[in-house]
């Protein structure tokens, strides 16, 4: 069966300070990966996304980015995090062209930037 | 552009019923439902492919119309697990990645 990790689970950060979250697929080739972000209270907003190694499209500018540097591993980074930064991130994956594209989330990193 | 959920929230008792509608201005050819419980990450409910399908989940089941763009999520003999936010996503025909666009979310509390 397929499994999705997220790390870490928490993380405090001071603002101007580095970002590196990290997402691994187990049990599946080739997915589909994405980054999510969800302010407090608020819907899920799409940030990247990637189709395959190297493969990352933008949805929304901003101080972040994204890189697939294997086939199950999605990263989102920030060279200096800003305030507006905070909040719940999600990755989450779908299956390639044959399947239905239902999206499972990974269990997510909570981001306070002090 | 992103689905339109209505209503935004909803308080239940429970055994008793609720909809939850998902409209997009977009033709739709397929929709998503996902519950978020309070802390949590969002869980695949189902997916509606066929316009007038219906599908279910526990007693939790959905319709998909096509025509009018437009699902609505029904929440049947409700249980206090039912409590959580409930999201409609929408994917653009032959989107690059397959990516869908959530809606608001409604949230439901289902009370004793």
């Known amino acids: 069966s397929q499994t999705i990790h997220q790390w870490p689970a928490t993380l405090v950060q001071p603002v101007g300070s580095p970002l590196s979250l990290e997402c691994t697929v187990e049990g599946t080739s080739n997915p589909n990966l994405y980054w999510y972000r969800q302010a407090a209270g608020r819907g899920l907003q799409l940030l990247f996304y990637?189709?395959?190694?190297?493969?990352i499209s933008s949805e929304v500018p901003q101080n972040l980015s994204a890189s697939r540097p294997q086939d199950r591993q999605f990263i989102l980074s920030s060279k200096k995090l800003l305030l507006s930064d905070s909040g719940f991130y999600l990755c989450?994956?779908?299956?390639?062209?044959?399947?239905?594209?239902?999206?499972?989330f990974g269990p997510g990193t909570r981001l306070t930037v002090t | 552009q992103q689905p339109v959920q209505s209503p935004q929230a909803v308080i239940l008792r429970e055994g008793e019923d609720a909809v939850i509608n998902c409209s997009s201005s977009?033709?739709?050819?397929?929709v998503h439902w996902y519950r978020q419980k309070h802390g949590e990450a969002p869980v695949f409910l189902m997916i509606l492919l066929k316009g007038g399908e219906q599908k279910g989940h526990e007693k939790i089941s959905a319709s998909f119309n096509e025509k009018k763009q437009q699902s609505s999520l029904y929440l049947t003999a409700s249980q206090l697990s039912y409590s959580g936010t409930y999201f409609c996503?929408?994917?653009?025909?032959?989107?690059?990645?397959?990516?869908?666009?959530f809606g608001g979310g409604t949230r439901v509390l289902v009370k004793p």
């Open positions: 989450a994956w779908s299956g390639g062209r044959w399947s239905s594209y239902e999206q499972y």
């Open positions: 996503g929408t994917p653009a025909i032959k989107a690059a990645g397959n990516k869908l666009t």
């Open positions: 990637s189709v395959g190694i190297g493969q």
């Open positions: 977009k033709a739709l050819y397929s």
